[in-house]
């Protein structure tokens, strides 16, 4: 079992300056398919559609660096709206954010390449990004949805789903369009919460896609 704060991986491959303003250009390619919507409210939460980096936690979503909210907003590029993210005010190879594709194009930056409908956790060599979900309500909830490998060099590292810290999901990510999908069912008590993390191995070619949806049976 691994804590969401400390665990920082040794292997690591060198790679140019990849800083937050790089070029997002839209491209036709489409990577490891889509989720169904859940509508907002009491019973359905969508990860990507109530993305947001306005405030942190925003509802029932909370943005994590090493277990810890992230404070900076940035962009992928500036001229690219449809990438917003979190992001720690670093630069390659200790930047880390997590962001979101919330346009109806795949989007293409330095060796990633992001599908509509997708967040992208990339930790750089800084230990960890999550995406956390905190229960409004007491329940019983099935959690569904995918990581996808969307660096074209993807590295090798591990990605996960915690329950109040204890695992509930894993599974290491190698290449390129690799899909590991889950559909769990979680019984929760209000205030607990529910971890989507990707793991630091090292600094470069860790981007990893993300799509959730939860909703109380």
């Known amino acids: 079992m691994r804590t ?17 303003g790089a070029l997002c250009v839209a491209v036709g390619m489409f990577v490891g398919g889509t989720v169904s919507a859940a509508a907002s409210g009491p019973s359905g939460y969508n990860a990507v559609s109530q993305f947001s980096v306005a405030r942190n936690p925003s509802g029932p979503w909370s943005y994590l660096l ?5 404070t900076h907003t940035g962009s992928r590029s500036a001229a690219s709206p449809e990438c917003p993210c979190w992001w720690n ?7 880390a954010i997590i962001g979101a594709n919330r346009g109806a ?3 293409h930056y ?10 992208d956790l990339d ?3 800084t230990g960890n990004v999550g995406l956390r979900w905190t229960a409004p309500v007491t329940g019983t909830f099935t959690v569904s949805g995918r990581f996808v490998g969307v660096d074209v060099d993807e590295a090798d590292h591990m990605v996960g789903v915690y329950h109040d810290g204890a695992p509930l999901y894993s599974e290491s990510m190698s290449k390129y369009g690799q899909r590991a999908p889950f559909d769990l069912t979680v019984h929760a008590v209000k205030g607990d ?3 989507f993390v990707s793991w630091s191995n090292g600094p470069s070619y860790l981007s990893t896609g993300l799509q959730v949806v939860i909703r109380l049976e």
């Open 123 to 125: 930790p750089e060599s």
């Open 66 to 70: 090493d277990g810890e909210h992230f």
């Open 89 to 95: 005010g670093n630069q390659y190879p200790s930047s």
């Open 110 to 119: 330095e060796t990633i390449v992001l599908p509509a409908g997708y967040i």
């Open 105 to 107: 194009s795949t989007l």
């Open 4 to 20: 969401l704060v400390g665990f920082i991986g040794t292997r690591g491959t060198s790679k140019a300056a990849r800083p937050i």
């Open 193 to 195: 919460t529910v971890d």
